[in-house]
Nanobody, 125 residues
Framework: QVKLVESGGGLVQPGGHLRLTCAAS????????VGWFRQAPGKEREGISC????????YYADSVKGRFSISRGSVENTVYLQMNSLKPEETAVYFC??????????????????WGQGTQVTVSS
């Protein structure tokens, strides 16, 4: 079956770090630009990062720039999001998704071709 699965979420203290994993089955993640999004309670889903299909360019929302890093894993069909210096307001469900082209990736567009189910990240002391 074709699906995306996020993992690595959990409870972390403010200032702490987590690495999220997006894993694909049924298709090759390398054939797509892959983005990370988050949705906090009562808020709209927002794009926070993306890595392009073709040249592996990376893009970040201003709110996470310098703290988060997206990368493709050495293991096939895996994309990571390293999150450092986490803030309480970044408590949210984090999703990965595939984009149909690199332009949409560069804009952190929510117009994606497939979503994972999300993993909960809670930043609290």
């Amino acid at each position: 079956q074709v699906k995306l699965v996020e993992s690595g979420g959990g409870l972390v203290q403010p200032g702490g770090h987590l690495r999220l994993t997006c894993a694909a089955s049924g298709f090759a993640l390398g054939d797509y630009a892959v983005g990370w999004f988050r949705q906090a309670p009562g808020k709209e889903r927002e794009g926070i990062s993306c890595i392009s299909e073709n040249d592996q360019s990376t893009y970040y929302a201003d709110s996470v720039k310098g703290r988060f890093s997206i990368s493709r894993g050495s293991v096939e069909n895996t994309v990571y999001l390293q999150m450092n210096s986490l803030k309480p307001e970044e408590t949210a469900v984090y999703f990965c998704a595939t984009h149909i082209n690199d332009y949409l990736c560069s804009k952190l567009s929510k117009g994606v071709s497939a979503w994972g189910q999300g993993t909960q990240v809670t930043v609290s002391s």
